[in-house]
């Protein structure tokens, strides 16, 4: 299986500033096939980002995403109020459809 | 607009088997793979299946493969999720979710709200 870790597991800062999450796979991801979710407390995920860097339907251009292989991130050029919430990375590259274990941005 | 609602929640006991459901609409359903992701309280997500848009291809997680079996109902623009042998580790919010590609098995797009399984004696 691939195995998805991201880092930090917290991030702290303030609004306006930005952020910088990361996920790292055991093994190269195929066609960068990795998607990038927001979720809120109490909320469904929300589908942000999917082949690593093309932003999914309504999704704001602060996020963008980038990477290959095994090394992807996800910016927030400059984090909202809204944006503070938990994001996970996944892989669809290869059955199972692993995810990694999350990033929580919270206000510093 | 997409809308999917999941429902067949509830607390059951180690052992026992509980089926949820997933009602879709506002979209074609029949040309999309769907998905089932399990969060377990205060976790994170956990990918659980897939079924192909004709529900010739199935995949599951390690973790639930032999227990659970993924189906759809394309005329009822239905999908669902039979759970036997349930543990107490399979307690989750499940959600179902839309493939973000017709005709293929990729990451999900739209989700559902959820809906609760509690596995406890």
């Known amino acids: 299986d691939i195995v998805l870790t991201q880092s930090p597991g917290i991030l702290s800062l303030s609004p306006g500033e930005k952020a910088t999450l990361s996920c790292r796979a055991s093994q190269t991801v195929r066609d960068g096939s990795l998607a990038w979710y927001q979720q809120k407390p109490a909320q469904a995920p929300r589908l942000l980002i999917f082949g690593a860097s093309n932003r999914a339907t309504g999704i704001p251009d602060r996020f963008s995403g980038s990477g290959s292989g095994t090394d992807f991130t996800l910016t927030l050029s400059r984090v909202e109020p809204e944006d503070f919430a938990v994001y996970y990375c996944?892989?669809?590259?290869?059955?199972?459809?692993?995810f990694g274990q999350g990033t929580k941005l919270e206000i510093k | 607009q997409v809308h999917l609602v999941e429902s067949g929640g509830g607390v059951v006991q180690p052992g026992r088997s509980l089926r949820l459901s997933c009602a879709a609409s506002g979209f074609s359903f029949t040309i999309y793979a769907l998905h089932w992701v399990r969060q377990a309280p205060g976790k994170g997500l956990e990918w659980v299946a897939v079924?192909?848009?004709?529900?010739?291809?199935?995949d599951y997680a390690d973790s639930v493969k032999g227990r659970f079996t993924i189906s759809r109902d394309n005329s009822k623009n239905t999908v669902f999720l039979q759970m036997n042998s349930l543990k107490n580790e399979d307690t989750a919010v499940y959600f179902c979710?839309?493939?973000?590609?017709?005709?293929?098995?990729?990451?999900?797009?739209?989700w559902g709200q959820g809906t609760l399984v509690t596995v406890s004696s």
């Open positions: 996944q892989q669809y590259a290869a059955s199972p459809y692993t």
């Open positions: 979710a839309t493939d973000g590609w017709s005709f293929r098995q990729t990451f999900p797009e739209y």
């Open positions: 079924i192909s848009h004709d529900g010739t291809i199935t």
